[in-house]
């Protein structure tokens, strides 16, 4: 009756589907019914024939009752502000164009195109009208010396990658390291070695990140932990790079590269100020000269008069820049080059800790675990847990508070999508013991992972507290008794050994008080502890032994003389003056009969 032709009707279903998921999750149609009414106001016909097929999906549910359940998503504690859906490669490209105005750089892109950051070069292809140039390399290790030169000339350069490009750019970006001039890398992690799996997520390349070079070359490494930290991430890995002129390595990964989130879009006031000035001063210019904060050199643009200088991948002797094999001057470079990225820790903000400043256990998180590793320590929490967590951005060099905040807690873990990376810096860096949690399946963590490796660690935790103690009071210890739970009362129920009483009580006697308050105390195993039904010699022990006090030849027998049990008791326990003085063992139900029991002490 919509009197449209069956093509259109048949697009309608989307429509119903959407309705049903209105009603799944009990949210109300009107927001698509306007929107149906502004698209098409100039064919209401099939505005009203999209508005009918998402009423019917929507009472197609109500009435058919389709699903058993019913989802209420409570509305979301976000900061007042406007918000837009962002995709962590777009939030990314938009953060570079931000560092590039804020610093009065023309950015520059040199890239190649490589799964899953070809998304980034796409992204800023279409910011030309802000003075954003790109350029499609043939290969990364072209794309990567692009963007150097570009950095020669004064631009703010930025090479893309992923794990294998990021292998192959691995000279170039050394060169950048001995030049000293502002690169930003940014590499979108996918599973590995080799191709391995270009669509799956991994944390795999941050050793390659930190070492994967020759030579001793450091450069920062940043890790951006959501779609919209990579904005953020993206604007301080510029900040580090022009002002301390060194590489600048940003990691991100599939999982981030292809998630998306809501984003409250800054206040273009709040963001850093990035404003670079290049050196003009020809006088008594050294191009190798050092900032006394930043160790930076002087960002000299070619052709500008008086300030021509050597560059190359040579050694460069201190201040001229001239070419060096002095022994002394390589030692000078190297140091500093690497105090150079050592200083930058101290403009890094202290960390945040969520959860007690100190405590049994922290979680420490780095790139994309964020959102399962938060979820995990709420809900451990809230368990009444006494764990903490914090979340690092730079890794290389690490906040200058991580190691003082290491100290407060009794273990360490550490939850990352590769082998135990991070974990592996950690204990170099801070010589503390850290608990691995490792995942490479190309898949992100679940909160249910992490969450059950917190609680198998405290549980650990609290056992061998309780050993400790049980060790250092002298007090029995249940966890550790070979004997079924409770067997400890036979010689600890009183809060000591049993021994004979001052009355002259024989031994017999006393095996049948033990017996008896075994039975009495713990009525539930009356049918699994049996005494053997079988006699010793009525006088003392074999070869001249005689009865002595309870113990190894006394309430256990001696192991010499132990012998195998074939037929036991009924399972009316006995009174105690049935008890014969002769039986000497306590049966355990899963001994076999060549074994004798194990008793409490042990």
């Excluded at 790109?134 to 992923?162: K, M, N, R």
């Excluded at 008086?306 to 190297?334: C, F, P, W």
């Amino acid at each position: 009756d919509s009197g449209l032709d069956i093509k259109t009707q048949d697009r309608c279903k989307n429509f119903f589907a959407l309705g049903m998921i209105y009603w799944l999750y009990s949210r109300p149609v009107e927001t698509s019914v306007a929107w149906l009414k502004q698209k098409f106001k100039r064919r209401p016909e099939i505005a009203a024939a999209n508005e009918k097929a998402l009423q019917a999906g929507y009472n197609f549910c109500d009435i058919t009752q389709a699903f058993q359940v019913r989802y209420e998503v409570e509305p979301a504690q976000l900061e007042p502000g406007t918000y837009r859906n962002i995709i962590g490669n777009n939030a990314l490209a938009v953060g570079l164009v931000a560092a590039s105005r804020r610093s009065g750089l023309p950015l520059y892109l040199g890239s190649y195109p490589i799964t899953p950051a070809s998304d980034i070069l796409h992204e800023l292809a279409r910011f030309k009208n802000y003075g954003v140039t790109t350029f499609q390399a043939e290969d990364e290790i072209a794309a990567v010396c692009a963007a150097i030169g570009a950095s020669f000339g004064g631009a703010l350069a930025v090479t893309t990658t992923s794990g294998p490009g990021l292998a192959l750019k691995s000279e170039a970006i050394n060169l950048a390291v001995m030049v000293e001039l502002p690169l930003v890398i940014c590499n979108i992690q996918r599973g590995g070695p080799s191709t391995g799996l270009p669509t799956k997520t991994e944390q795999s390349d941050l050793l390659q990140c930190m070492f994967g070079r020759n030579g001793d070359s450091p450069v920062p490494v940043l890790a951006a932990s959501s779609p919209a930290d990579c904005f953020e991430t993206a604007i301080e890995a510029c900040r580090i790079a022009v002002k301390y002129m060194v590489p600048v390595i940003l990691l991100s990964d599939g999982y981030i590269a292809n998630g998306s989130e809501p984003w409250r879009l800054p206040d273009i006031e709040s963001l850093p100020d990035l404003q670079t000035e290049f050196w003009s001063q020809a006088d008594g210019f050294q191009p190798y000269s050092r900032d006394e904060t930043t160790l930076a050199r002087p960002w000299a643009v070619p052709g500008t008069p008086g300030l021509e200088h050597r560059i190359g991948g040579l050694e460069k002797e201190d201040l001229t820049g001239n070419v060096s094999y002095s022994a002394t001057n390589h030692q000078k470079m190297t140091n500093y080059r690497a105090e150079k990225v050592r200083r930058i820790a101290s403009e890094i903000p202290d960390l945040e800790i969520n959860g007690d400043q100190e405590g049994d256990l922290l979680v420490v998180g780095w790139g994309s675990t964020l959102g399962a590793v938060t979820g995990a320590v709420r809900q451990a929490r809230g368990e009444g847990m006494k764990v903490s967590q914090i979340h690092l951005r730079h890794i290389n060099p690490f906040p200058s508070d991580l190691g003082e905040i290491l100290t407060r807690f009794e273990r360490i873990l550490v939850p990352e999508m590769n082998s135990g990376q991070l974990a592996l810096l950690l204990r170099a860096e801070y010589l503390r013991e850290v608990i691995s949690q490792s995942k490479v399946k190309g898949k992100p963590f679940f909160r249910y992972e992490i969450y059950d490796k917190i609680k198998e660690i405290l549980e650990a935790r609290s056992h061998v507290c309780r050993t400790a103690r049980i060790e250092e009071e002298g007090l029995p210890d249940r966890s550790r008794s070979t004997l079924v739970p409770g067997m400890w009362r036979l010689r600890h129920s009183v809060g000591g050994p049993v021994v004979l009483s001052q009355h002259g009580d024989s031994q017999g006697e006393l095996r049948c008080r033990v017996r008896d308050r075994l039975l009495q105390s713990l009525p539930v195993l009356h049918g699994h502890l049996r005494l053997p039904f079988h006699s010793w010699p009525s006088t003392g022990y074999r070869d001249g032994h005689q009865d002595g006090p309870t113990g190894a030849g006394g309430l256990g027998g001696h192991r010499r003389w132990r012998r195998d049990v074939h037929r036991r008791q009924s399972l009316d326990p006995p009174l105690a003056s049935q008890c014969r003085r002769q039986d000497r063992n306590v049966q355990q139900p899963h001994l076999r009969p060549h074994q004798g029991p194990v008793l409490a002490d042990q």
